[in-house]
C-alpha cells in the first residue's frame, strides 16, 4: 500500500493560469509535508513545505494542508512556462520520508 | 546554502563490477539518504543515517550497503553490479530533530550498468 498518492499526470494549464496539484497520505500521524520541483534530469528542490492545517503562502505558491482528509495540495498562481516539471509531494511519518511519484505539469505559453 | 555533492554525474559500471557513489555535505547534517529514481516508481529510499557509524535499511536495501565513517560523507556500495541497478541515484541530507527538517538533494549520479 503506498504511504503517498500523486495523480501522475500530465496536467496542462495555460500561461497565466492557476495549476492545482494534489496529494493523498495514508498514515495519520504523518506530521510534515513538503513539495518538491524536479526539472528533467535534476535533482528534486524544495519549494514549500507545511506543518499545520490550512494554507501557506510563498510568493506564487500556496501549500494547502487539510490532516482531517489526509491531502496536501500544492497551487501556481500566473503560471509560467518555466514551471513545467514534474512535482513531488513528500510527507514525514515517523523518523521516515515517503514520496509520492510525482505529478507532471506543463505550462503552455 | 546547504551544499551536497555527489562524486560522478554519469557513471558506467559492467556486471558484476563492484561500484561505489559518494555524496558529501557542507552543512553538518547529521541525516544522511541514499535514493534510487526510476520512471514510474518515484523515489525509493535504499539505505539512510542519522550518525557516523550508523545506518538504517530504507524500502529497497538488497544489493547494496553503505559507509559512513565522517559525518559529512555518506557513501554507497554496489557489491556486484547487476543491469537492474541502472537507475538515477540521489543522495540527500536534513538536519534531525523533534520537527523533521527538509531534505536538501544532490545533483544526482546516473548508474548505467551494462
Known amino acids: 500500500q503506498k504511504e503517498v498518492e500523486q495523480n501522475s499526470g500530465p496536467l496542462s494549464v495555460p500561461e497565466g493560469a492557476i495549476a492545482s496539484l494534489n496529494c493523498t497520505y495514508s498514515?495519520?500521524?504523518?506530521?510534515?509535508f513538503f513539495w518538491y520541483r524536479q526539472y528533467s534530469g535534476k535533482s528534486p528542490e524544495l519549494i514549500m513545505f507545511i506543518y499545520s492545517n490550512g494554507d501557506k503562502e510563498d510568493g506564487r505558491f500556496t501549500a494547502q494542508l487539510n490532516k482531517a482528509s489526509q491531502y496536501v495540495s500544492l497551487l501556481i498562481r500566473d503560471s509560467q512556462p518555466s514551471d513545467s516539471a514534474t512535482y513531488l509531494c513528500?510527507?514525514?511519518?515517523?523518523?521516515?520520508?515517503?514520496f509520492g511519484t510525482g505529478t507532471s505539469l506543463t505550462v503552455i505559453p | 546554502d546547504v551544499k551536497v555533492t555527489q562524486s560522478s554525474r554519469y557513471l558506467v559500471k559492467r556486471t558484476g563490477e563492484k561500484v561505489f557513489l559518494e555524496c558529501v555535505q557542507d552543512m553538518d547534517h547529521e541525516n544522511m539518504f541514499w535514493y534510487r529514481q526510476d520512471p514510474g516508481l518515484g523515489l525509493r529510499l535504499i539505505y539512510f543515517s542519522y550518525d557516523v557509524k550508523m545506518k538504517e535499511k530504507g524500502d529497497i536495501p538488497e544489493g547494496y550497503s553503505v559507509s559512513r565513517e565522517k559525518k559529512e560523507r555518506f557513501s554507497l556500495i554496489l557489491e556486484s553490479a547487476s543491469t537492474n541497478q541502472t537507475s538515477m541515484y540521489l543522495c540527500a541530507s536534513s538536519l534531525s530533530g523533534y520537527w523533521t527538517y527538509e531534505q536538501y538533494f544532490g545533483p544526482g549520479t546516473r548508474l548505467t550498468v551494462t
Open positions: 498514515d495519520r500521524g504523518s506530521q510534515s
Open positions: 513528500a510527507v514525514m511519518a515517523g523518523n521516515q520520508f515517503y
